[in-house]
């Protein structure tokens, strides 16, 4: 019996310090209801997970990543298109981070091009959405990215990240905290949270490195999104850091391009900022 309970009591502790662990990275920091509301509005409007989508691509395949406090992501990569035998090798990986209605089987299949350019391109959906574990936590968000770039940076040589509407944010803030990659391209992305009560140290516009001259900023002048008003102070600041640019105006919110050749044109712009040392190597 005293075996019994001191085993009980043992357990019951191990149980509060992984919940606590937990709670302090879903923690909520952008108002207790605010985030929580938003979130839950966001993640509904995003489609349910659905495998067949991406079934008859044979370069895709399913991945997990396991973050520190235990919760479990999942997403897909869709590997290089490379020629072993003629010495081809893989140029590196681009991660994309996505927008706050969209999970990782509904776009990976739409980012042949990119593999094609000899990337390993991963996605993951964010924790709360599609098939991940987790509360859905702006500030866990960010974390989760920190150790994924982290992680993928220990297995290739090359880093290229790609974020779109909040997906370029929480790349913004790991870039902030000194994640190491080679380019990325934010587009799209709101300038500021702490509009809408989150602490200023997310913002956007306050993790732009000094030398941004790696870095391609997106806004489109048709973003029904998120409208000019609410992207062109992080393009504006981001230029005077040395970052390229670039205002579309036939531009509107990522992957809502209503002309297909408006969305090519996007994406080549991309592709080529993103491979552009690859190329010319």
Same mark, same amino acid.
């Given at each position: 019996?005293?075996?019994? +309970?001191?085993?009980?009591?043992?357990?019951?502790?191990?149980?509060?310090?992984?919940?606590?662990?937990? &709670?302090?990275? @879903?923690?909520?920091?952008?108002?207790?209801?605010?985030?929580?509301?938003?979130?839950?509005?966001?993640?509904?409007?995003? /489609?349910?997970?659905?495998? &067949?989508?991406?079934?008859? $691509?044979?370069?895709?395949?399913?991945?997990?990543?396991?973050?520190?406090?235990?919760?479990?992501l999942n997403g897909y990569?869709?590997?290089?298109?490379?020629?072993?035998?003629?010495?081809?090798?893989?140029?590196?990986? %681009?991660?994309?981070?996505?927008?706050?209605?969209?999970?990782? #089987?509904?776009?990976?299949?739409?980012?042949?091009?990119?593999?094609?350019?000899?990337?390993?391109?991963?996605?993951?959906?964010?924790?709360?959405?599609?098939?991940?574990?987790?509360?859905?936590?702006?500030?866990?968000?960010?974390?989760?990215?920190?150790? %994924?770039?982290?992680?993928?940076?220990?297995?290739?040589?090359?880093?290229?990240?790609?974020?779109?509407?909040?997906?370029?944010?929480?790349? !913004?803030?790991?870039?902030?905290?000194?994640?190491?990659? #080679?380019?990325?391209? %934010?587009?799209? &992305?709101?300038?500021?949270?702490?509009?809408?009560?989150? /602490?200023?140290?997310?913002?956007?516009? $306050? $993790? +732009?490195? #000094?030398?941004?001259?790696? %870095? !391609?900023?997106?806004?489109?002048?048709?973003?029904?999104?998120?409208?000019?008003?609410?992207? &062109?102070?992080?393009? @504006?600041?981001?230029?005077s850091k040395g970052a390229?640019?670039? #205002?579309?105006?036939?531009?509107?919110? /990522?992957?809502?391009?209503?002309?297909?050749?408006?969305?090519?044109? =996007?994406?080549? =712009?991309?592709?080529?900022? !993103?491979?552009?040392?690859?190329?010319?190597?």
């Amino acid at each position: 019996m005293k075996l019994f +309970l001191q085993l009980t009591c043992f357990l019951l502790a191990l149980i509060t310090v992984n919940m606590s662990y937990a &709670s302090e990275r @879903e923690i909520t920091i952008c108002g207790w209801f605010t985030e929580r509301f938003f979130f839950k509005i966001w993640s509904s409007i995003a /489609p349910s997970p659905n495998e &067949s989508r991406i079934q008859s $691509n044979p370069y895709i395949e399913n991945v997990k990543f396991t973050t520190s406090d235990n919760r479990k992501l999942n997403g897909y990569v869709n590997y290089a298109r490379t020629d072993v035998a003629r010495g081809k090798t893989v140029n590196g990986y %681009i991660l994309m981070a996505l927008g706050n209605a969209m999970i990782s #089987d509904q776009i990976i299949g739409r980012l042949n091009e990119f593999s094609e350019k000899g990337y390993d391109v991963y996605i993951y959906d964010y924790r709360g959405y599609g098939a991940s574990e987790g509360k859905r936590r702006i500030h866990a968000m960010i974390e989760d990215y920190k150790e %994924i770039i982290s992680h993928l940076n220990k297995q290739y040589q090359r880093t290229v990240l790609y974020g779109i509407s909040l997906g370029g944010a929480i790349l !913004l803030n790991a870039i902030g905290s000194g994640a190491q990659f #080679d380019r990325a391209v %934010i587009d799209s &992305s709101p300038s500021k949270f702490s509009t809408y009560g989150c /602490p200023e140290e997310i913002d956007p516009v $306050n $993790n +732009l490195p #000094d030398d941004s001259s790696n %870095i !391609l900023i997106i806004t489109g002048q048709i973003d029904q999104v998120l409208r000019p008003a609410m992207t &062109s102070q992080l393009r @504006e600041l981001a230029q005077s850091k040395g970052a390229m640019v670039f #205002d579309g105006k036939n531009y509107a919110h /990522p992957f809502m391009d209503v002309d297909p050749a408006i969305h090519k044109d =996007r994406m080549n =712009r991309v592709i080529k900022f !993103l491979t552009a040392e690859t190329e010319s190597s």
